[in-house]
């Protein structure tokens, strides 16, 4: 008995084999002589090759029924869509640089990504809260100074914003000054500083 | 002692003698000779389809994986080893084909396949014309037996059948030990059997 007839596994396997043909000549004389002795095998041998050739019967009548297409047919068939798809992929990478040559000049890259920032800079600028100045804590005034000014004096300026009736000359002087600084240009942002004597009143 | 043979008539043609062997045609192809790969997709196209048509139930889905399989198999052609043999191209196209049928299962979902090929039903396996409604019965009949088979099974029976393979070339085809390719095959002619009867 041969390494191949031991490895298999049942009865079924060797009798399946035996059927098939694909066993060595001295392998087929040993199931030959397990069938003449054992009438169990005999009879499993037999139901076998009725079940094989049910399957093989049901499987031949179902290709006469349903045969598909001309094999001869389908062969053109399966041949004009291999040559196409060679054809595709030879044609496929001159495509792809051509594309990226003519469809896209270097400085379109450059000319995106400006044309973007600038986009985002212009959305961001829109939705910005003008700018608040922040001043020492007692010297905040209740609304920001620069849209006081030029409206309001010195006199109305520290009248609106302290708590005082009647501001005192050399303050109102100094807020005077001040504005006209902001006015020529001198500073950029209002910013108020009182002396602390000021406070010192209340 | 019946064994299971095919019917070449009814397929691709008969082989000549003359004819030029598989391997030598896959040789030829890699030269550049496209006659030689028309001549490999001649001689294998009618096995193929109806191993497909079987497996997946419809004639649309094997005709899609069967153009796939060309597709890939000629595509590929280096990396198939033409020295291992007479039928290595065959068991190799075959096994691309089980590949692509299986993706193509995997894909579509059993449920998803399960509504469409009930559609194909409808659509595709209603009688032709010229075909009696008693044919057209025997035909759903037999179609409904195969799908009862498990895929497994299913792969086995039909490689056998359509690929006339050897169960050692099955196995190796289907990475699976020997015993296992042979215990599909008798359970798949077995319940195929029992189904035919049941029904007849």
């Known amino acids: 008995m041969s390494d191949l007839l031991q490895k298999l596994q049942s009865n079924e396997a060797i009798l399946l084999m035996y059927l098939s043909g694909e066993l060595g000549e001295e392998d087929r004389a040993d199931v030959e002589r397990m069938l003449s002795s054992d009438s169990a095998l005999r009879t499993q041998l037999e139901g076998l090759e009725q079940a094989q050739a049910s399957s093989q019967e049901a499987l031949r009548r179902l290709d006469r029924l349903a045969p598909g297409p001309d094999a001869l047919v389908l062969s053109r068939r399966m041949m004009r869509a291999v040559r196409r798809h060679h054809l595709e992929r030879q044609e496929r990478p001159i495509e792809q640089e051509e594309t990226e040559r003519v469809g896209r000049p270097w400085w379109t890259y450059g000319l995106g990504t400006s044309a973007a920032a600038a986009l985002l800079l212009l959305v961001w600028w829109t939705y910005q809260e003008p700018a608040v100045t922040e001043y020492p804590g007692w010297a905040r005034p209740t609304q920001p100074p620069v849209q006081q000014f030029p409206r309001a004096s010195g006199r ?6 302290l708590p005082v009736s009647e501001p005192m000359p050399e303050n109102i002087g100094s807020v005077e000054a001040h504005f006209t600084a902001l006015a020529s240009g001198e500073i ?7 002396d602390e004597d000021l406070f010192e009143e209340f | ?25 896959v040789e030829r192809v890699r030269d550049g000779d496209l ?33 796939q399989t060309w597709v890939s198999a000629l595509d590929n ?7 291992a043999g007479g039928s290595a191209f065959k068991g190799w196209v ?12 995997r894909s579509s979902g059993r449920e998803r396949q399960a509504k469409q090929g009930l559609r194909l039903v409808m659509a595709e396996h209603g009688p032709p014309a010229g075909q009696s409604l008693e044919m057209a019965e025997e035909q759903e009949r037999l179609r409904w037996a195969i799908e009862q088979l498990p895929q497994s099974q299913r792969e086995v029976l039909l490689l056998r059948y359509y690929g ?22 008798h359970k798949a002619m077995i319940k195929l059997k029992q189904l035919m009867e049941e029904h007849e």
Request: with cysteine.
């Open chain 1, 156 to 161: 109305e300026w520290l009248e609106d914003f």
């Open chain 1, 188 to 194: 950029e942002q209002p910013f108020f500083y009182f």
């Open chain 2, 1 to 25: 002692m019946t064994e299971m043979t095919l019917d070449a008539s009814s397929r691709s043609g008969p082989i000549r003698p003359a004819e030029p062997n598989d391997p030598a045609l």
């Open chain 2, 35 to 67: 006659e030689a790969g028309e001549e490999l997709v001649r001689r294998y196209t009618g096995p193929l389809m109806r191993y497909l048509q079987r497996l997946v139930g419809s004639e649309h889905v094997a005709e899609e994986l069967l153009q």
């Open chain 2, 77 to 83: 052609l280096d990396r198939f080893n033409a020295a």
């Open chain 2, 94 to 105: 075959f096994r691309i084909a089980t590949n692509k049928a299986n993706d193509h299962w």
């Open chain 2, 164 to 185: 006339e393979m050897k169960f050692v070339e099955i196995a190796e085809l289907l990475g699976c030990p020997l015993n296992t390719a042979l215990g599909r095959m």
